[in-house]
């Protein structure tokens, strides 16, 4: 049982007031062929709008639940019965992620209860015999690791391994996969002097060397890639997945996010399309082809933090693209709603 059949998929998010309504949302991702979807909730107007499309969809369980998830196995049964087991099989939900990068976030309250919401979510598929149908996961960024450069020398944080351990045993249980959203993007806009763009953007270039490996990386999202399977290695988790639940480039930032323009942004997703297509693995681990889910497909104006955060979008808030690598925005015919929203 897998949540991503394919290997290009989106994340859907909808921190905006200016978006198109989920079913013109189901026009455009049918258009552009794109069948995997995430939500950062369980919004019933989306999962509604899905239904009968032949999308693919993961829903999230926010951050703000998970304290409640945990202490309570009735609530999780509720959550699961009004939020998935209602909207199948019409609405294909095949996956929920529990929370988004909460070990080694700033809310320390919430790294001990992630695992039993992850468990009592679990328990709650399985209660509705549902767990061959709905993956259980949750997304880590790359604060869960000590270092990842090399590749090989990548290993997770003293302080998080406590806790990610028992998860990786229970994610190991049931067959999930360890997620991971992957910003070749911030590690470029965090140290320009020192990181080749071209290297960050599939570019032709040099790229690195890992002399353990013995292995060259001519690109950034693989090496990131393998260095979250280096961690796993070196936590004795050898057989399972990585795969990468948000990867993106800003066409828009501060004047302190040096690489956040416009053509940047084209030419990752462009390349990174591309990539995708060729269904490949990594350098280490050349079998598992790599599959990405893309952020995102809105710019979203009302996102906090740098001006970046607001403009990753694949397509601007009127429906049409923010640049142009192979897709086509909500046209004319489509917008009759649209325009009223503009307005």
Partial sequence: MQAFTGTYGINYGRIANNIPSPDEVVTLLRAAKIRNVRIYDADHSVLQAFSGTGLEIVVGLPNGQLQNMSSSADHALSWVKENVQTFLPNTRIRGIAVGNEVLGGNDFSLWGVLLGAVKNIYNATKKLHLEQVVQISTANSFAVFATSYPPSSCKFNDNVSQYMKPLLEFFQQIG????????????????????????ALFEPTEGIYDPIYRLHYDNMLDAQIDAAYAALENAGFHKMEVIVTETGWASNGDQSEAGANATNARTYNYNLRKRLAKRKGTPHRPKNIVKAYIFALFNENEKDGHLSEKNYGLFKADGSISYNIGFHGLSAGHSSLLSLKVL
């Fill in 176 to 199: 999930s996969p360890f997620c991971l959203n992957a910003y070749p993007f911030l590690a470029y806009a965090s140290d320009p002097e020192h990181i080749d763009i071209n290297y």
